[in-house]
């Protein structure tokens, strides 16, 4: 079973300029997540897929980010126009969903290899 | 807002003697997730813990869920190069399904 995976594994843009990090979860997971973790800090929620749609995107620091996940498969996040603070690592993660019983619980994050944005 | 909070920050053993990091919540958790990146790599998945006073193990390393379900631990045993890697502690998020993680414990191990 082929694991999460990101492209591109490297980035390094100028400051004022857009860029797109693309994630394919694992086939079948409806959950997928994006993180980031700057300058070796704790990993920061981001924004959380059910599916195509947004199930809480608390985590977004501005509007300079858009992420979307057409058709429920892939997501691309968009940093436009990057600043120097966007720098870290991005990573996307993926997971089942389990319905029990009415509810809805959730197991582990599968997190594919990260994307290194530096902005400069 | 929801916090979890992982000390040390940093740890330094040499091979053979014994590790421990700690993780607490500022809240109630449900369960609580514990992830393992090496240097350079991505958080790998090592375990959940749901129940109170949960006690895990896995080869050497030792997973414990605090009673009140706030903290949690995970110590390791004679270690050897194999465990360097940063370990973070991961709660729910309030709305589900987000991991709010811990800063993390890096660990370095001297032959």
């Known amino acids: 079973e082929a694991g999460v995976t990101q492209f591109p594994s490297h980035s390094v843009i100028e400051k004022g300029q857009t860029v797109t990090l693309r994630c394919d979860p694992i086939?079948?997971?409806?959950?997928l997540y994006w993180y980031r973790r700057v300058m070796g800090k704790e990993i920061k929620f981001l924004l959380h897929f059910v599916k195509e749609s947004k199930q809480d995107e608390s985590g977004m620091p501005n509007n300079r980010f858009l992420a979307e996940r057409t058709g429920g498969t892939y997501s691309t996040l968009k940093v436009q126009p990057a600043e120097l603070e966007d720098s870290g690592v991005y990573f996307c993660a993926s997971s089942q969903r389990l319905g029990l019983a009415g509810f809805s619980s959730y197991n582990e994050q599968f997190f594919g290899p990260g994307t290194r944005l530096t902005v400069l | 807002g929801q916090q979890v909070m992982q000390i040390p920050q940093y740890q330094h053993v040499q091979e053979g003697e014994d590790f421990t990091t700690y993780c607490n919540s500022s809240?109630?958790?449900?369960?609580i997730q514990w992830y393992k990146q090496r240097p350079g790599g991505h958080p790998v998945f090592l375990i959940q813990l749901v129940k109170s006073g949960e006690v895990k193990k896995q080869k050497r390393l030792t997973f414990q869920f605090g009673e009140a379900k706030k903290n949690s631990s995970l110590h390791i045993t004679a270690t050897q190069t194999t465990d360097v890697g940063t370990y973070f502690c991961?709660?729910?998020?309030?709305?589900?399904?987000?991991?709010?993680f811990g800063q993390g414990t890096e660990l370095s191990v001297k032959p």
């Open positions: 086939s079948g997971h409806d959950n």
């Open positions: 809240t109630t958790l449900s369960n």
């Open positions: 991961a709660g729910p998020g309030n709305q589900g399904g987000k991991l709010i």
